[in-house]
């Protein structure tokens, strides 16, 4: 048996090489600089804009406001995620008469401005009030919140429902025969082989979707709904502050900072059996 006769000396630590600088990384920088400077610009006017007598008058509002917001926002998810599962199960149908309504549907409130649905919801389905009212409907479409509410859930179900579809046939065809081979019926391999890892693979695309949605939600302002965007345009034209715009857009930045945060940690728990 052969063995080492001397030790090998210590070696020192490889030098790291030295990079250079390129045009790209000056421009980097000045990138850098620039959004310093415009934060604490920013920081900067509101201290030396901040009037107590408008932050106790306003405030309440803008409070009422964000749980608005919040409010339209977390029920349009929950029933657009509902809506969403049959209308990505007719997405893979290979019937072309389901395949094609829920094709339709899709293409439509993914393809045209979530503000001109919520104008066709508000302004064109009070023309039919007398049939609205015939079928019991009308209290529901005569309320401007529950019109932005029904625009939103609509418009997120499409969007969800892509998603989904995607999410589940991402999963490898193996999967499905694997659970086949073992005798599992197929509703029982779905919800718990398929369904999870399909999850899996849209809860990031799930996340953007929310925040896109916190965003999208504005619109509902335009028609007198008093959520975060309403209450800042009645402050805004009570003292013509240009402020009140700038702090509606801290709250909408904290909303989609805090949901960002909120959605690191579920995939970090859910996906912490795939670290390596």
Not at 25 to 54: C, F, H, N, Q
Not at 103 to 114: A, M, Q
Request: net charge positive; hydrophobic share 50%; proline share 4%.
């Amino acid at each position: 048996m052969s063995h080492a006769q001397t030790l090998i000396p210590a070696q020192p630590a490889p030098k790291q090489a030295h990079k250079p600088i390129t045009a790209t990384r000056i421009t980097g920088y000045a990138v850098i600089g620039l959004w310093i400077v415009l934060a604490a610009a920013l920081i900067a006017m509101v201290i030396s804009g901040w009037d107590p007598e408008k932050f106790t008058r306003y405030g309440p509002r803008y409070l009422h406001g964000l749980y608005t917001t919040i409010a339209l926002v977390v029920i349009s998810v929950f029933f657009g995620g509902i809506l969403s599962l049959p209308l990505a199960f007719a997405r893979m149908s290979k019937n072309r008469f389901i395949n094609g309504i829920a094709y339709c549907y899709v293409y439509v409130f993914r393809g045209t401005p979530l503000l001109a649905q919520l104008f066709l919801i508000y302004y064109g389905l009070g023309s039919f009030r007398p049939q609205l009212e015939a079928i019991g409907l009308w209290w529901f479409f005569r309320d401007a919140w529950f019109c932005g509410l029904f625009a939103l859930t609509i418009n997120t179900a499409a969007y969800q429902a892509e998603i989904l579809r995607g999410a589940i046939q991402s999963v490898p065809r193996g999967q499905h025969e694997a659970a086949a081979s073992l005798g599992i019926h197929k509703i029982v391999a779905f919800r718990k082989i398929i369904l999870p890892q399909a999850l899996i693979v849209a809860l990031r695309p799930y996340g953007n979707e929310i925040i896109l949605l916190i965003k999208g939600s504005a619109v509902v302002a335009i028609i007198t709904v008093l959520d975060l965007m309403g209450e800042t345009r009645y402050a805004f034209s009570r003292t013509f502050d240009y402020q009140t715009y700038l702090w509606a857009a801290i709250f909408y930045l904290s909303m989609v900072e805090a949901l960002r945060h909120l959605w690191a940690w579920i995939e970090r728990r859910l996906t912490r059996h795939l670290k390596r």
